[in-house]
């Protein structure tokens, strides 16, 4: 009986032993799986060693911690005349960023035991994206009083607001511009450029940090209505439409983004920026707008279900134009800034004596920095957008997670402080006043004032 005993302590003693002890290692395999920005994810990893023979294979694995997941396969080869490569399977499904480690503990062939280390650094990486909105309001012209008035916007007149997306992510969401230079617009997914080849750039507003200014130079003259009995009309006030912007935007975080400045989408058949103006009678009544000029507002070449403009677009477009929502309105009586009054006095629209012509003033006016910065008035319109199709899916659902409100686009315009560095951006004026057989009875003295959002000089008659 004491013999068993004593049997059963020995055999106890040396399992005992064996169950807790662990091999030395031959060599310690060191891992860097570098930057890692996908999660989860995985992969084969190889680390250098002069320590191990190549050719072997894993046999067992005796420990295993750390944040990765370790395979069961690992092996050695050969990597240049004085080097061997131990390769491991490693998988991973961070739950946060940050560094990470993880160590394996595995026998190979020849009873050889190899101390396996691994680190590396999980960040969320840079994913950059584009959006397709509908459209942007990129200015509007304000009428002058009768037939033969006229304001002529120079070629060196930049026209154009500064644009946010605030409204469109949601209050924990971080934007921000890096550029600063002054670059044209490219088709989407194209780098930005200096060149400067059409009549429309774009800047980084260094003030904000999280803006861009979207300016076209001028080069075009608007006119009055065809009757000077109306006077003043703002129903043939205009309004410029982009019918195929594109937003890039660079994902950098899991609630940041950078904004990569305009471009154009170029599935458009235009190939470049396709800018149209309506004159705001057909925005009231778009059943007005010539059949070729709705065919553009179409947008058929969009197939990604956004679709052309609707009522409801041209609703919304209508709202940049205060006096289209508002006859009654009084620049006088706003103090959001959205107009400066200018020209230092007033001017004559006063009929011409019975068989005698009306008196032409030919004037210019001047956009001041100041009247910019102190502009607290903004343009805000939601609308339809689409993501273009070949972004990678970390862009996607980290975008969609940031909007503020589900599948809404919503971009606001105001006051640049871009658009006029200091005074020499001019306009020509000329208003003449109506004819005796006009039978013209509205006010006589015109007010000049500027639209501090988009540029434009707007006639307003006060008596």
């Given at each position: 009986m004491k013999i068993l005993v004593g049997c059963f302590l020995a055999l106890s003693a040396l399992i005992c032993s064996t169950a807790s002890a662990i091999p030395p290692s031959v060599a310690i395999v060191n891992i860097d799986m570098g930057t890692v920005n996908v999660s989860?994810?995985?992969?084969?990893?190889?680390?250098?060693t002069s320590q191990l023979p190549p050719d072997l294979d894993q046999v067992n694995t005796l420990q295993r911690s750390g944040q990765v997941t370790f395979g069961n396969r690992a092996y050695t080869r050969q990597n240049g005349p004085n080097a061997v490569a131990l390769c491991v399977n490693i998988s991973h499904n961070f739950p946060a960023f940050g560094t990470f480690s993880g160590t394996e503990v595995i026998t190979m062939q020849r009873n050889l035991v190899v101390t396996v280390k691994v680190n590396g650094n999980y960040v969320f990486g840079n994913w950059r994206g584009t959006i397709y909105p509908k459209y942007q309001v990129l200015g509007v012209d304000y009428a002058p009083p009768g037939s033969s008035s006229f304001v002529t916007y120079s070629a060196n007149f930049s026209r154009g607001g500064s644009n946010s997306l605030s409204e469109t992510f949601s209050n924990s969401t971080s934007l921000s511009v890096t550029q600063t230079l002054k670059f044209g617009v490219p088709a989407a997914g194209a780098d930005l450029s200096t060149t400067i080849t059409s009549s429309y750039a774009q800047q980084a507003e260094t003030q904000t940090g999280n803006t861009w200014s979207l300016t076209a130079a001028g080069g075009h003259t608007v006119s009055g209505p065809a009757s000077s009995t109306a006077g003043i009309d703002h129903n043939f006030d205009i309004v410029w439409i982009w019918l195929n912007p594109a937003i890039e935007?660079?994902?950098?975080?899991?609630?940041?983004f950078n904004w990569n400045g305009f471009a154009y989408n170029a599935a458009d058949p235009v190939n470049q920026m396709d800018v149209l103006y309506l004159y705001v009678y057909e925005l009231k009544n778009p059943s007005?707008?010539?059949?070729?000029?709705?065919?553009?507002?179409?947008?058929?070449?969009?197939?990604?279900?956004?679709?052309?403009?609707?009522?409801?677009?041209?609703q919304a477009i209508l709202a940049a134009n205060p006096f289209a929502v508002n006859p009654l309105y009084d620049p006088n009586m706003d103090s959001s800034g959205r107009f400066s009054l200018t020209g230092g006095r007033t001017f004559d629209y006063r009929p011409a004596g019975v068989g005698g012509l009306p008196v032409k003033e030919d004037f210019e006016v001047t956009a001041q920095t100041s009247n910019s910065t102190t502009s607290s008035s903004q343009d805000t319109r939601s609308m339809g957008f689409s993501i273009d199709h070949n972004v990678h899916a970390k862009f996607k659902v980290g975008f969609?997670?940031?909007?503020?409100?589900?599948?809404?686009?919503?971009?606001?315009?105001?006051?640049s402080t871009t658009n006029t560095q200091g005074a020499g951006q001019r306009a020509a004026l000329s208003i003449t006043g109506p004819l005796a057989t006009d039978n013209y009875t509205g006010p006589t003295a015109i007010q000049i004032w500027r639209d501090n959002i988009y540029g434009s000089f707007m006639f307003y008659g006060v008596q």
């Open positions: 989860p994810g995985g992969g084969e990893y190889c680390g250098l935007l660079t994902l950098t975080g899991p609630a940041s007005l707008i010539p059949p070729n000029v709705a065919a553009r507002l179409a947008r058929t070449w969009d197939v990604s279900g956004v679709g052309g403009l609707t009522d409801a677009d041209y969609e997670l940031n909007l503020r409100f589900a599948r809404t686009w919503t971009s606001s315009t105001r006051s």
